[in-house]
């Protein structure tokens, strides 16, 4: 099957439509049209030089429900340079813990409010959050003092700990890009909580800071319990104040397990449709793997085969059993070169190994292993094999995998493009089920643009320039498509489904690995390999031994002319094992009279040559890195806090 440009054409404008077409940026969340006749609030007869929050007052009570009712009140003075048509709030709607947990939170407006009236505002989703603009964008507000008020509810910041509960909460945010005169923070606890049972701290100044430059005070009054806190100095701008309030358990609600799977079932129910496409994809790929994937001589009887493959060279026949490169073919060729007499393997230690070069490559050499000796010897007539020569080891390799790529790849596999077609149109309809995620639009755009290039490589193949500007294009498709998603805030505020577009971009890139299958002629080779394998693996006791030794002597030349496939198809140790005491005698026979030094392999390591797995241990250090993994625990706000370590917070400005 092949897809023509117009086909590849109507993904890209069905991504484009949708970025385009979709729900507006602002969502109007109240009836009013524009401004009532507002006067100027004249609070105090200063004049500020420039536009500042003289006053910062938040008031938090928190719910047996464990909900939070908050209401702010910002005065500011509005010289029309950034406080235009008036102020907007951010307000983060996901957040981390201290255990780098996501976590989520609500935000619904209940009341806003310019100088004590009711004003039009609006709420559009920006990255982790939500932003309330207040104020109409067709009108500008006069300059001078004027008063915002903000009134919300939002669940999901209380902390439940085993002996008591608490808010770690970022009253006041460090993103507000004007300085903060005075701030002032009033904390109301549930009802029956007292002065005693109390504990509370904050932390003021930039984000990470953990500054204790504030006055904090319990108080009752009315039956209740109030935490009041209180700055002694100005908020510069991008400066907050996180508080952290406990209180003895039992007195908001904590939600128990099933009322969590509850909340979860009736909040999420794009969370199903999102398992569902996971699902139908995983399993329309299994079907296809079954009938399409596997090995159409899957479930033939093997037989052990001595003869070995006609024109396979080690290397190619570890390449089709295995379905891809990997080292041991590389050091398959080069035992197969070494015992064939055009090179010696110098064994200097256990991790160092010199390739001398003896003579020219003579005709009988398989094509890549031509290609492998030309690669080593190109310029010098020794190649090491080491740590401290890893650049050109890794160049070497790469240009024998380039090469068994090239010239055997389609010949002897298949990678069934065209099945990747239905995945890819559920993927989108996902997407445009879910439209309000840029991100996810962005991601699976990155997904056909890998499928489509996959394709072109594979079906078209054209010759490999083509291939670098498909990757080319969709990359600066994608760059483009992000730096938009950065300019119109669009990001999804459910995060599972941007986890569900990254598995999905992750199934269409590597399931190629299920359906790439072998062509009739691989699987034809293939199961003589299967066979190959069986003969060298085959014990004393087997049955089939006493038939095959009967053609097969026990020799060093056998051994010799099976070894560099042993290696190759990774059952090396087994072979060797068969002929330890054959190695062990003719070492020793040929070491008394010093014809070792004319053998294919010389040096300190004579002594390993029953376990050429060190060569292979050796080689394949030069190109393997490890690394390590750490993780933190959690802990309560009053350790290690600091300035925009709770939840809420965000910030705000003029627009």
């Known amino acids: 099957m092949k897809l023509s440009k117009n086909f590849i054409f109507l993904f890209f404008l069905t991504f484009v439509a949708l970025f385009l077409f979709h729900s507006p940026t602002f969502a109007k969340d109240s009836n009013l049209n524009g401004y009532k006749n507002l006067p ?12 500042v929050i003289s006053d910062y007052n938040v008031a938090i009570k928190i719910n047996k429900d464990a909900s939070l009712t908050v209401t702010e009140k910002i005065k500011v003075y509005a010289k029309n340079i950034n406080i235009r048509h008036g102020i907007y709030r951010d307000y983060p709607t996901k957040y981390s813990d201290d255990k780098g947990t996501k ?11 310019m100088d004590n009236f009711p004003i039009v505002y609006y709420i559009s989703k920006i990255t982790g959050g939500k932003r309330l603009y207040i104020g109409d964008s067709e009108k500008l507000i006069l300059p001078g003092w004027h008063e915002f008020t903000i ?18 909460y970022d009253a006041i945010g460090d993103s507000w890009m004007f300085p903060i005169e005075n701030a002032k923070v009033l904390v109301q606890l549930p009802d029956g909580v007292t002065e005693d049972m109390v504990k509370y701290k904050a932390y003021v100044g930039k984000f990470g800071e953990s500054n204790d430059d504030y006055e904090a005070k319990s108080v009752t009054r009315d039956g209740y319990t109030y935490v009041l806190f209180k700055t002694n100095n100005s908020l510069g701008s991008y400066t907050g104040m996180t508080i952290v309030v406990s209180w003895p ?15 979860f079932i009736m909040d999420n129910i794009w969370l199903f ?29 093997v037989i052990p085969e001595y003869e070995l493959p006609k024109d396979v060279s080690p290397a190619l026949a570890g390449f089709i059993h295995q379905m891809g490169f990997n080292d041991k073919q590389f050091t398959s060729a080069i035992i197969d070169m ?32 031509q290609n492998l000796y030309d690669s080593m010897f190109s310029t010098e007539t020794d190649f090491k094999i080491s740590k401290t020569n890893y650049s050109s080891v890794q160049k070497v390799v790469k240009a024998f995998k380039k090469f068994l790529d090239k010239n055997y790849k389609s010949e002897y596999f298949t990678e069934n493009i065209k099945y990747y077609i239905i995945p890819i149109i559920v993927t989108t309809l996902y997407v445009l089920f879910f439209a309000g995620s840029f991100i996810v ?13 996959k394709l072109i490589d594979t079906k078209l193949n054209r010759i490999h320039s083509y291939v670098d500007k498909a990757k080319i294009i969709f990359g600066i498709i994608g760059v483009l498509l992000f730096i938009l998603f950065l300019l119109f805030d669009r990001a999804d505020s459910e995060f599972i489904v941007l986890y569900t577009g990254v598995l999905l971009v992750v199934i269409q890139i590597l399931i190629g690995n299920a359906l790439y299958a072998r062509t009739k002629k691989g699987s034809e080779i293939e199961m003589h390999i299967l066979g190959l394998i069986k003969f060298l693996t085959i014990t004393e006791k087997d049955r ?39 190695i062990d005698e003719f070492m020793k026979e040929n070491m008394d009279n010093n014809k070792m030094l004319n053998y294919w392999i010389i040096g300190n390591g004579l002594n390993d040559l029953g376990s050429i797995s060190n060569f292979n241990s050796a080689f394949a250090n030069t190109i393997t890195t490890s690394a390590t993994y750490s993780s933190s625990s959690s802990s309560s706000g009053f350790g290690g806090g600091f300035v925009g370590g709770g939840s809420g917070g965000g910030g705000g400005g003029g627009w």
Not at 151 to 168: A, C, P, S
Not at 290 to 298: E, H, I, M, N, S
């Open 441 to 453: 639009v962005f991601i699976i755009l990155i997904s056909v643009g890998l499928s489509i290039q």
């Open 544 to 582: 089939y031994n006493a038939e095959i030794s009967s053609k097969v002597p026990k020799n060093m030349s056998t051994y010799e002319k099976y070894l560099p496939y042993a290696v190759a198809l990774d059952v090396e140790p087994i072979w060797t094992k068969k002929f330890r005491n054959v």
């Open 273 to 301: 449709s999102s398992i569902f496409v996971l699902a139908f994809v995983l399993g329309y790929y299994f079907i296809v793997w079954w009938f399409k994937g596997r090995d159409p001589y899957a479930n033939k009887v």
């Open 103 to 113: 976590k989520s939170a609500s935000f619904n407006v209940l009341e806003v409010k």
């Open 151 to 168: 009134k919300y509810n939002t669940k999901g910041h209380v902390r439940y700990f085993e002996d008591h509960d608490e808010i770690y």
């Open 40 to 51: 100027t609030r004249n609070f105090n007869n200063k004049v500020p030089t420039e536009e």
């Open 338 to 369: 070494a015992i064939k007499g055009v090179l010696k393997i110098n064994a200097v230690s256990k991790k160092e190994y010199v390739l001398e070069k003896v003579k020219e490559a003579p005709s009988n050499l398989y094509p890549e292993e």
């Open 249 to 263: 358990k039992g007195y908001v609600h904590e939600p128990t397990q099933n009322e969590k799977f509850m909340m």
